[in-house]
């Protein structure tokens, strides 16, 4: 098939690649002219593992331009996979849906051929339909079902891992307005074995958000088990054994510490509870998720001050910085908490992250960066923020450790040990 890709971030970029991996052939659309030139020339704009080397391997199937009549009038199906960022209030911002809707719209009023649109972007459950697809119709002067097709296809990328994700999924959601789309969209991932969802375009929106808040539930939910696990001197990551061998429970996403970031949870959770407020409905739930998440950094800094009371002048050390391990992305990462928290008491901070140095520089200039995890221990104390492999090799004896992420040769060898749930 010929697919075109809007926006090359980090699900546009991945879904084009692994797409081209399946046989199809890929243009990709973006405004940025550099991430253009870049992809043209086999290199990544962003850094995920396995990404480049497949974009090299298939540069003959995958086309990178700033033209969105270029990529469309070659394509039959069109995947919308620009960011959907937050506003300040917590509401999703369409901006750039809308931006991508209209030209889309241009292009394929122009179009000969029947064409399909594909939401990827993660947006609220009534955008496809109430939004894309009547502004679609608006600016196509066509109908959408008979002229032109509608679909939304959510993404469950985990970053880092998110080539294997997409190649081995555990189930395709298909949302479909009409029956060619459908039926388009099945013939798409006939290579795929998993269990395949076809559903309305506001289900599949649905079940996006559903999954994330629902992790981001499991995981806030097992941070306040967790709390209540070092209030009692026993081992949240026992309980979580306990509780994880039970099939209905499952043990993923149980691992409890100081909390979760990244450019979906976060994102995601808030949108769904401004959209729940928006619309009268009651987000309880979701509400109590984000407060787990918003206090559980600072458990960190409360251990910390259990061994030093004036945290003023102290030179404290933070092992890593992104988001989680494998990725350079440090959107709401609960190290940025932690930093700010301490620069607020006056401590003196040093840093080190394999990746992830670089963009916090770009926010606290004047922290210490480390060239090395080891130069990080040389501190009065050392806040472990993320679970890098190799912190798992560091000798931690006689070091005054808080552990955020349970590193088990910490555990066992550091003088003052505080896990965060254990
Ligand atoms: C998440 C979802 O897992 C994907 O399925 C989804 O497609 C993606 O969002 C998205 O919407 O695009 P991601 O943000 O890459 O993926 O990261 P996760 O691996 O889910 O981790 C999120 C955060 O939770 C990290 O900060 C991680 O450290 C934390 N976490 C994860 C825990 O604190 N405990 C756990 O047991 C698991």
């Not at 074995?193 to 097992?222: D, H, Q, R």
């Not at 949108?271 to 960190?300: F, G, V």
């Not at 102290?314 to 391990?325: C, D, E, R, S, V």
Request: net charge neutral; hydrophobic share 35%.
């Amino acid at each position: 098939m010929n697919i075109a890709i809007i926006g090359t971030g980090y699900v546009g970029l991945v879904s084009g690649v692994c797409f081209a991996t399946q046989g199809h052939k890929i243009t990709c659309v973006d405004i940025d002219t550099q991430k253009i030139q870049q992809i043209n020339s086999g290199i990544s704009p962003i850094y995920e593992k396995g990404l480049e080397s497949l974009l090299k391997k298939h540069k003959n199937q995958i086309h990178a331009t700033t033209s969105y009549d270029e990529a469309i009038q070659q394509s039959d199906i069109t995947f919308i996979c620009v960011g959907t960022p937050s506003k300040k209030n917590g509401e999703i911002d369409l901006t750039y849906i809308d931006q991508a809707t209209k030209e889309i719209a241009r292009c394929i009023r122009d179009k000969k051929r029947w064409h399909a649109v594909i939401v990827k972007s993660t947006v609220v459950p009534g955008t496809t339909r109430d939004i894309i697809l009547p502004l679609l119709e608006e600016e196509t002067g066509c109908t959408a079902g008979k002229d032109f097709g509608v679909g939304m296809n959510p993404e469950f990328l985990k970053e880092g891992v998110a080539i294997q994700d997409f190649l081995n999924p555990d189930r395709i959601v298909n949302g479909y307005y009409d029956d060619r789309t459908q039926q388009l969209l099945k013939e798409l991932y006939k290579g795929f074995t998993c269990p395949l969802i076809e559903t309305s375009v506001t289900t599949a929106e649905m079940i996006k958000y559903a999954s994330n808040c629902y992790l981001a539930t499991k995981i806030s939910f097992m941070n306040e088990i967790g709390n209540f696990c070092k209030h009692l001197g026993i081992d949240a990551y026992d309980v979580a054994e306990g509780m994880g061998t039970d099939k209905r429970i499952g043990r993923a996403f149980l691992n409890s510490g100081i909390g979760w970031g990244g450019s979906c949870f976060p994102k995601d959770t808030q949108a769904l509870r401004a959209w729940a407020h928006k619309e009268n409905q009651s987000a309880s739930i979701i509400d109590s998720t984000i407060h787990t998440n918003d206090t559980q950094p600072l458990k960190a800094i409360t251990l910390l001050k259990k061994h030093f009371p004036t945290l003023n002048g102290k030179t404290i050390g933070i092992l890593g910085l992104a988001f989680k391990p494998d990725t350079d992305d440090i959107r709401d990462s609960r190290s940025l908490v932690i930093i700010k928290e301490l620069l607020k008491e006056k401590a003196d901070i040093k840093t080190y992250d394999p990746k992830a140095m670089p963009h916090v520089k770009n926010i606290y200039p004047n922290i210490t960066y480390c060239n090395t995890a080891e130069e990080v221990l040389d501190s009065e104390a050392v806040i472990i923020a993320t679970l890098w492999d190799e912190f798992n090799s560091l000798s931690y004896q006689g070091k005054t450790v808080i552990d955020g992420r349970r590193i088990q040769k910490a555990q066992q060898e550091a003088t003052i040990y505080e896990g965060v749930c254990w």
